[in-house]
């Protein structure tokens, strides 16, 4: 196709041999040319003048090499050498939306108005795009800044022109835009076409494959619209600044500085049997691709392939050499012993045949054990996979210390309701307590195919819990307007909803270099163990120039995750340097408003999200409506696939949001569609359904459905009637003890909802009762009090979340700084010779690590246990302290205690404790003796008393006085011994 220009002229880059494909001609009929692809050029020569410029897709880095011998290369810009193939005997260049090329000044002088432009492509995406361009400036439609310009559109979007070419000029005059179309002429088809678009005097005239199909008068001049920089135009680029780049295969590019005539631009253009043959050579790199699905190669053939029943716009029908191998529906056979050569055969409608030699791997059970990656060390439950990620085998594993690491359970059986547990009970922890150190488990992992076995061990830490203090405010995370789609926070100043700050100086709080650039819709939350905060954020980025369309037909398949331990310095799940996470399949049209929650009965994270889904991963044809699919994860790194259906009632849905609220899961969710949809009264707005079975799918919204088994309607239509606006974003959390917006059984919870055209959030306050009595004829959103307010929130925060907080990281929040240590208070008091040490935090929260006790020629370190720690006091010991030391997490300050004078200490000591036996109130007196002499004591209570107690030196003795009652007062025992005294009080108590 890239033929030779006038002169014979190719860039040396070009002159490779190449085997003769010329006889592919004979399937021209197979790719749906165009009829007038098939037109030949007249019986005798027609003299073509040589091209000022031939770009044949040769190329040396970033160059497009001009092939006509005049120099004008071009440069390009955002290709990699992947980017360019070879079809049939050509060279294309693949612009996938990331590619342009911008063209030098010579190609068209605008001397006269006289210039022709040849474009061979192959597009199946209808887009607002430029095939070519003359002119540069880029701008808005109708801005000053929009440069006058010629273009060819090769496939348009632009309606009276679906499907077919776009030509025309842009010459801006007065208050008018001065685009000119030519009249629409058709379109390229599914193969390779040549598009030529000639200008002559005052008249464009529009050829594909050298017939003419438009033409269009114009009073312009050419002098006019090229520019005066270096830059003539580009290749895969509009000046439309809301436009999109080229999505086409272009063979094939010539400019002239002068008019052709139709029979000029019939011989100029590649023969009909030079572009069958590319086509055919696209056809098959394209289901090559598609065959491929994950493997690494036609000869690696190790999952499963996908044979398209369609690929770009032809039909296939397919053959298998061996079924058991390789089914049609793309299974391939785990259990052959030996590697399998076999053949793949696609038929077209006109009975060309295209085939595909491949071979088909014997299973490793190696490469399902190697592709477990286990952390060094763990806060979170392991996803101990049961099925093997490659290859597919069982995975059976045992744990050193079931009792730390669960194994696998070899009676699981998957629910009646709800997604299955991939990991077949295992990797569930339990954790050493705060304080109490990390331990080791050694895992094995036994993996099974047929007859095959093979095991592995992994070692793994599992870290102890952490430390716990009270929440004592509220952290927000949002993003605010279409224009500007970064995260941002905001944290209560005090133990108050309704009192939030912005926090960072209003900057945005994580980076967005990567991916699409947008982050929208941020969701935070705790980890189930309270380690760190999760967020996860749309890949989203309209203010970049991606339309609400393509947002939702070819938007990202990734989430974004971070993870913090105070919400300041966040890092990615999976590394700094790898962007978004894929967590959808390749057949779904977006991942929008991703958010999780915890599955108790999983023991995972359920990962839920928005997505339209396709038949098929170009996105043809579909249902359309928005669902709802849920993924499991239990490190926000690794996520099951594919997404499991969750809500597809037939109608848009979007936004849900989770709580659970006694043994039922309560889901917020927005109506997407425009109308009541199946029984939800009002479009664009929230509604609301509770099931015991997080996973459970929804297809239908009904009242009278089974929550045992899915998701049963208790309100709808919650926000609009009170707040005039439509909502999305709901987000639902329970208040902190202390809040004064809370019930005074601490039973409060706040609700909010983004109206997204009045300014972001509205806020409701409500109780778990409320939402757990809500009914088809009690309605939480019809009760006294669902008012919404917007007094104390962020300012203008979109769909976004709010999550609670202890004041250690709310003061690195409005610090915007690293945590700082809580400050601790020691005290010490003593228990005949027993010193007893007692540590506090000042935000009431957990303590570990040791004391040091320390008197004269004596020490001695203790680990704190619940806060406190004891030590004999040796005799002669004097004046003692106790030294908090802190711990190794550094949350705690170390602290000391005042210094007591240990001679003063009485060394009887004694206690008293009620209980019951057999109905009966028994009071339990323990007296110690911590001196070092034994002594015979008299205890005294109001049942009774008895005498000569025998106390030997360092012990404690306890003795029982019957009350013959079934409740007691409280009152107090006195104990005497060695001319010392001791006395003790104890509680009422009763045994009814």
């Given at each position: 196709?890239?033929?030779?220009?006038?002169?014979?002229?190719?860039?040396?880059?070009?002159?490779?041999?190449?085997?003769?494909?010329?006889?592919?001609?004979?399937?021209?009929?197979?790719?749906?040319?165009?009829?007038?692809?098939?037109?030949m050029p007249a019986a005798g020569a027609v003299d073509v003048p040589r091209p000022t410029a031939h770009y044949d897709m040769s190329h040396s880095g970033d160059i497009l090499l001009d092939a006509s011998g005049n120099g004008r290369d071009a440069t390009l810009t955002g290709a990699e050498e992947s980017s360019f193939v070879t079809a049939g005997e050509d060279e294309v260049l693949r612009f996938r939306d990331d590619v342009y090329a911008s063209l030098p000044q010579g190609l068209v002088s605008g001397d006269d108005d006289d210039f022709a432009v040849e474009l061979t492509v192959s597009s199946q995406s209808d887009r607002d795009q430029f095939g070519w361009v003359i002119g540069d400036g880029i701008g808005s439609w109708n801005s000053p800044e929009l440069g006058d310009h010629l273009f060819v559109n090769p496939r348009s979007s632009q309606s009276g022109f679906d499907g077919q070419v776009l030509a025309g000029l842009r010459a801006k005059t007065g208050e008018d835009n001065g685009e000119l179309r030519l009249p629409a002429g058709g379109g390229i088809g599914d193969g390779v076409a040549t598009i030529t678009l000639v200008g002559e005097g005052g008249e464009l005239t529009l050829f594909l494959?050298?017939?003419?199909?438009?033409?269009?008068?114009?009073?312009?001049?050419?002098?006019?619209?090229?520019?005066?920089?270096?830059?003539?135009?580009?290749?895969?680029?509009?000046?439309y600044s809301g436009d999109q780049m080229l999505e086409a295969d272009v063979t094939d590019v010539k400019f002239w500085d002068e008019a052709l005539t139709e029979a000029q631009v019939r011989a100029s253009q590649p023969t009909a049997a030079e572009k069958a043959a590319t086509s055919e050579g696209l056809l098959k790199l394209d289901i090559e691709q598609a065959v491929l699905g994950k493997n690494p190669g036609l000869d690696q053939i190790t999952g499963p392939v996908r044979l398209p029943q369609e690929m770009n716009?032809?039909?296939?029908?397919?053959?298998s050499s061996d079924e058991t191998v390789i089914a049609l529906d793309g299974t391939v056979s785990r259990t052959i012993s030996a590697d399998t050569e076999m053949?793949?055969?696609?038929?077209?409608?006109?009975?060309?045949?295209?085939?595909?030699?491949?071979?088909?791997?014997?299973?490793?059970?190696?490469?399902?054990?190697?592709?477990?990656?286990?952390?060094?060390?763990?806060?979170?439950?392991?996803?101990?996979?049961?099925?093997?990620?490659?290859?597919?085998?069982?995975?059976?594993?045992?744990?050193?210390?079931?009792?730390?690491?669960?194994?696998?359970?070899?009676?699981?059986?998957?629910?009646?309701?709800?997604?299955?547990?991939?990991?077949?009970?295992?990797?569930?922890?339990?954790?050493?307590?705060?304080?109490?150190?990390?331990?080791?488990?050694?895992?094995?992992?036994?993996?099974?195919?047929?007859?095959?076995?093979?095991?592995?061990?992994?070692?793994?830490?599992?870290?102890?819990?952490?430390?716990?203090?009270?929440d004592a405010g509220y952290a927000a995370a949002y993003f605010r307007s279409d224009s500007d789609e970064r995260v941002y926070a905001a944290a209560t100043t005090e133990n108050d909803f309704f009192t939030f700050e912005e926090v960072n100086d209003g900057a945005p709080v994580v980076s967005n270099e990567a991916d699409t650039t947008g982050h929208r819709d941020p969701y935070i939350l705790?980890?189930?163990?309270?380690?760190?905060?999760?967020?996860?954020?749309?890949?989203?980025?309209?203010?970049?120039?991606?339309?609400?369309?393509?947002?939702?037909?070819?938007?990202?398949?990734?989430?974004?995750?971070?993870?913090?331990?105070?919400?300041?310095?966040?890092?990615?799940?999976?590394?700094?340097?790898?962007?978004?996470?894929?967590?959808?399949?390749?057949?779904?049209?977006?991942?929008?408003?991703?958010?999780?929650?915890?599955?108790?009965?999983?023991q995972s994270y359920v990962l839920f999200f928005a997505s339209r889904l396709y038949d098929d991963v170009d996105h043809t044809s579909g249902e359309g409506h928005a669902q709802m699919f849920a993924v499991l994860t239990r490190d926000f790194t690794t996520f099951t696939a594919p997404p499991s259906s969750w809500q597809d009632t037939g109608h848009a849905r979007i936004d849900s949001t989770v709580q659970k609220i006694g043994d039922y899961y309560?889901?917020?969710?927005?109506?997407?569609?425009?109308?009541?949809?199946?029984?939800?009264?009002?479009?664009?707005?929230?509604?609301?359904?509770?099931?015991?079975?997080?996973?459970?799918?929804?297809?239908?919204?009904?009242?009278?459905?089974?929550?045992?088994?899915?998701?049963?309607?208790?309100?709808?239509?919650?926000?609009?009637?009170?707040?005039?606006?439509?909502?999305?974003?709901?987000?639902?959390?329970?208040?902190?003890e202390g809040d004064p917006n809370n019930t005074p059984d601490d039973d409060g919870y706040v609700f909010l909802v983004d109206n997204y055209s009045a300014g972001g959030y509205r806020a409701f306050t409500t109780s778990g009762s409320e939402i757990s009595a809500s009914r088809q004829d009690q309605r939480l959103s019809q009760q006294d009090g669902w008012e919404p307010r917007t007094d104390g929130l962020p300012e203008s925060p979109?769909?976004?979340?709010?999550?609670?907080?202890?004041?250690?990281?709310?003061?690195?929040?409005?610090?915007?700084?690293?945590?700082?240590?809580?400050?601790?208070?020691?005290?010490?008091?003593?228990?005949?010779?027993?010193?007893i040490a007692e540590v506090a935090a000042e935000d009431g929260g957990d303590v570990a690590g040791p004391v040091v006790f320390s008197g004269k020629d004596w020490t001695e370190t203790v680990e704190l246990?619940?806060?406190?720690?004891?030590?004999?006091?040796?005799?002669?010991?004097?004046?003692?302290?106790?030294?908090?030391?802190?711990?190794?997490?550094?949350?705690?300050?170390?602290?000391?205690?005042?210094?007591?004078?240990?001679?003063?200490?009485?060394?009887?000591?004694?206690?008293?404790?009620?209980?019951?036996?057999?109905?009966?109130?028994?009071?339990?007196?323990?007296?110690?003796?911590?001196?070092?002499?034994?002594?015979?004591?008299?205890?005294?209570?109001?049942?009774?008393?008895?005498?000569?107690?025998?106390?030997?030196?360092?012990?404690?003795?306890?003795?029982?006085?019957?009350?013959?009652?079934?409740e007691v007062t409280a009152g107090e025992v006195t104990v005497t011994a060695a001319g010392e005294e001791a006395t003790a009080s104890y509680p009422a108590a009763s045994c009814g």
């Open positions: 196709m890239n033929t030779p220009s006038a002169d014979g002229a190719r860039s040396p880059s070009r002159l490779r041999p190449r085997p003769a494909r010329l006889a592919r001609a004979a399937l021209a009929c197979v790719l749906a040319i165009t009829p007038a692809a098939l037109v494959d050298g017939e003419e199909v438009s033409s269009l008068a114009h009073e312009h001049r050419l002098a006019d619209i090229v520019p005066s920089g270096d830059v003539l135009g580009y290749l895969g680029r509009s000046l716009g032809i039909a296939l029908t397919w053959t053949r793949l055969t696609a038929l077209t409608p006109s009975g060309s045949v295209l085939t595909f030699d491949v071979t088909v791997l014997a299973p490793s059970l190696s490469s399902d054990l190697e592709a477990i990656e286990l952390p060094e060390r763990t806060t979170e439950n392991l996803p101990l996979l049961a099925d093997g990620p490659v290859e597919g085998a069982d995975i059976v594993w045992e744990s050193s210390d079931p009792s730390v690491i669960t194994a696998t359970n070899p009676d699981h059986v998957a629910p009646e309701a709800g997604m299955d547990d991939p990991f077949a009970g295992a990797g569930v922890l339990t954790r050493p307590s705060y304080g109490a150190g990390d331990v080791d488990v050694t895992l094995t992992a036994t993996a099974s195919l047929g007859e095959l076995t093979e095991t592995r061990k992994y070692t793994v830490t599992v870290a102890e819990k952490p430390r716990t203090a009270p705790r980890s189930h163990e309270g380690d760190k905060y999760y967020m996860i954020a749309t890949d989203l980025c309209i203010g970049c120039g991606t339309d609400w369309g393509d947002a939702q037909s070819n938007g990202s398949l990734k989430v974004n995750v971070w993870e913090s331990t105070d919400m300041v310095h966040w890092e990615r799940t999976n590394g700094d340097d790898n962007g978004a996470i894929t967590v959808n399949q390749p057949e779904a049209g977006m991942t929008w408003a991703p958010e999780a929650y915890w599955d108790d009965d999983l309560y889901r917020f969710t927005k109506n997407e569609a425009g109308d009541a949809a199946d029984g939800l009264e009002r479009g664009k707005d929230i509604f609301l359904e509770r099931s015991k079975v997080l996973t459970a799918p929804t297809t239908a919204s009904a009242w009278d459905a089974d929550p045992e088994t899915t998701w049963q309607l208790v309100d709808t239509a919650m926000t609009t009637p009170v707040t005039g606006h439509h909502g999305e974003g709901p987000q639902i959390l329970a208040l902190n979109r769909h976004g979340a709010f999550v609670s907080a202890s004041q250690q990281v709310l003061d690195a929040m409005h610090g915007w700084q690293e945590v700082k240590a809580v400050p601790s208070r020691t005290s010490l008091r003593l228990e005949g010779r027993s010193a246990s619940d806060g406190s720690a004891s030590a004999h006091v040796p005799e002669d010991a004097g004046e003692i302290t106790a030294s908090y030391q802190g711990y190794r997490d550094g949350l705690v300050e170390p602290s000391s205690s005042e210094p007591l004078d240990v001679d003063e200490a009485q060394p009887l000591a004694t206690s008293a404790v009620p209980r019951c036996v057999a109905g009966s109130v028994t009071l339990a007196v323990t007296t110690t003796n911590d001196g070092d002499e034994s002594m015979k004591a008299t205890i005294v209570t109001q049942f009774g008393s008895s005498s000569g107690v025998s106390l030997q030196p360092g012990t404690s003795t306890t003795t029982a006085f019957s009350t013959r009652a079934p």
